[in-house]
């Protein structure tokens, strides 16, 4: 049995711990009753004794000793320094897309990227699963041992591709930053045209002229979707990411600034920073799994409801079916 765990990031409010406690029960049912992995809850020093307690009662008996919660330390939740908070809150107003996100957002995508992996150094591989994400299917297998046998550094769950918006400049960033490797990134990344006839092309413009403080003058922009791998089920080996070469383009990303100013996620930076790392040891490991955005609609940061799931009940809401 490998040094492993599986992380959850979470929060004490009535959502979130609803969230917590389905995805544990299927966590349990599916997988951890018979490998029996520690399960590290996070949060911010929002869980008391009480809240604690009540998600400690919602397993059962035999799992209750997996469960620990840690605290974060109180920076890592927080805008760092160097960001432009007022051009951060400019950028967010402009909401070019619905899936554009607040600054809570943003601090989550960073926390994932600069702060996540010092809090599991004494493990060999750790999973994170979001709190919001149910494990649909039995997985038979040990699927850190997996890893190891494969000798792999990351694998998830599907390949997707991220909002071309959010991510905007990502692909100009990295091959600046690796222009020996330039051929590498382009192969990360899908052209994406938005011209005048676009619903969002007046918002990127709004966005632009915020982010650049000039205003974008053509009928058309040429941007680029990143090729990630989702990370709200991930597993990966921490060592790695404490390895110079992958805490150096860290700090460039941190220097950067476009996970706050832009929406840049954690997802596709993980998948690239991998990719660069050892393109040869990225895998997919396919089980039925569901996020809430496709069990339910979600609002928006303007109130506006949003459904991504399917139109009819014959059709799974499980983002992957097992190949």
Known sequence: MQKAAIYILTQNNIERKIYLKTCLYFLFKNFNSKYKYPIIILHEGDYDDNAKNEILKSIREECRSLIFFNKLDPDDFKVPEHIDKDKMNKCIDTTPVPYWRNERYRIMCYFWIRHFFKYCKEYEYVMRLDDDSIIEENIDLDVFE???????????????????????????FFIDLFPDKKDKVQEMFIDHIIDSSSEHFDKFKSFYKVLKNEDFLYDKVNLSMPVMYYNNFSITRPK????????NMIDEIDKNGNIFYCRWGDAPLQTIIMKLYDNTRLSKFTFKYSKRLQREAFKDDNNIFHSYMPKTYDKTSCITNKN
């Open 146 to 172: 997996l890893l190891e046998k494969k000798d792999l550094n990351y694998v998830s769950n599907i390949i997707h591709l991220d909002c071309s918006i959010c991510n905007y400049e990502m692909k100009d």
């Open 240 to 247: 790695i990411w404490n390895k110079k070469e992958v805490t």
